[in-house]
């Protein structure tokens, strides 16, 4: 088969960015936020209760906090975050028994624990995300995607569209793209800014998917600074706070380091917390992106999402880049009044959409619409 390279243009406006929530991946299975503490604390998953990590984190709760596992009344997560950080932005300890370093050690392990369990409860494919990604073929490609979900559903989901239909940009840049890691049992990854090759008949297009709160297949390394994609492999020994991988065919299990200086890799998911950091170069670099895309955009639409109080920064993040002549869906089957009265304070041309994700994606009338240049 005849083949040449190309480089991938956007166009330079985007029709429509979708803004995706918990409410989007959680028909999956894929746990709401103030689902993840008590699945961590009650004893439901064996792995966690009897590893390191998980009683490191379990004694430090139960140690600040009165829970009750009877009355299924725990913590919210934001909460305990936003205490850890308010020690660790100070540089104090809590105790004698709780020492600055500690706290450090026990807000990695708490996160780590996030991916856990995410992943846990996530690692499968996902019908409503295919079909999403369908709607995306059959009625507009001109598309970005901002996702505050940790989850790789919506990726995994795009496997069938690859290469023929088009590519996906995470929009940072990725050891993976790196000629000197060739070499490594790591998986390469096409960088769709960089020509690429173009099969006889198709014509692909570039899809940002901005994870401006971070991925589960993402391995940051605080040494080099630098991202690795590991693209299937997400899990963690709960013990040692290693990220695994396999070879394949052999399925031999390994643990991963950075390939440049043997650092031990990092999470790269932002916690919820009430005191939040946005100052990781990878989060910054996705905020301005975001940034862009919203400027440039005739039509946001979002789904499963309730702009919580605690996300101020992505209140900013619209109110300081929506345009007058923008439309704005939002699409959520609990949309109370608050949620609401919190979009239109943010644009006066709201239309609010009371439909769960796993149903606006079989409902062709609305699809076309929401993908639709009419407004």
């Excluded at 590893?51 to 709760?61: C, E, H, R, T």
């Excluded at 590991?230 to 040692?240: C, V």
């Excluded at 905020?287 to 955009?297: F, N, P, Q, Y």
Aim: overall charge neutral.
């Amino acid at each position: 088969m005849e083949s040449r390279e190309i480089y991938l243009r956007y166009p330079e406006s985007r029709d429509v960015v979708f803004i995706l929530g918990a409410g989007a991946s959680h028909p999956d299975g894929v746990p709401l936020q103030r689902h993840i503490l008590p699945l961590i604390l009650s004893g439901e998953i064996e792995e966690i209760n009897n590893s390191y990590l998980g009683k490191l984190v379990a004694d430090f709760i139960n140690h600040n906090y009165k829970y009750g596992k009877q009355i299924d009344q725990y913590p919210r997560l934001e909460a305990v975050f936003g205490y850890l950080d308010y020690f660790i932005q100070q540089n104090e300890s809590l105790s004698a028994d709780y020492p600055y370093s500690t706290l450090l050690s026990i807000k990695e392990a708490l996160i780590k624990l996030i991916h856990y369990v995410v992943d846990l409860k996530s690692n499968k494919g996902s019908n409503y995300y295919h079909k999403f990604w369908e709607a995306v073929q059959k009625y507009n490609s001109n598309i970005s995607i901002i996702t505050l979900n940790y989850d790789t559903l919506l990726e995994q989901s795009f496997r069938f569209l690859f290469e023929k239909f088009g590519y996906l940009d995470y929009s940072i840049h990725l050891m993976n793209y790196d000629k000197l890691l060739e070499n490594k049992k790591f998986t390469s990854w096409i960088n769709p800014r960089e020509p690429i090759p173009l099969l006889s008949g198709s014509l692909p297009v570039p899809i940002k998917i901005l994870k401006i709160h971070g991925s589960l297949n993402w391995k940051y390394c605080n040494c080099c600074n630098q991202i690795l994609l590991t693209p299937w492999d997400k899990k963690i020994d709960l013990n040692k706070g290693k990220f695994l991988g396999y070879t394949y065919p052999e399925r031999t299990e390994y643990e991963y380091n950075c390939p440049l200086d043997g650092t031990d890799f990092q999470t790269l998911i932002m916690p919820p917390s009430n005191i939040k950091t946005l100052t990781h170069p990878a989060i910054s670099q996705l905020l301005s992106e975001s940034a862009r895309e919203i400027r440039s955009t005739k039509k946001i639409v979002f789904i499963g999402y309730s702009l919580s109080d605690a996300d101020v920064h992505i209140k900013a993040l619209f109110q300081k880049n929506l345009e007058e002549n923008v439309k704005i869906y939002v699409v959520n089957s609990r949309l109370n009044k608050k949620m609401k009265l919190r979009f239109q304070s943010l644009h006066q041309n709201v239309e609010v959409v009371e439909s769960p994700f796993e149903e606006v994606v079989q409902d062709e009338e609305l699809l076309q619409k929401l993908f639709s240049l009419e407004q």
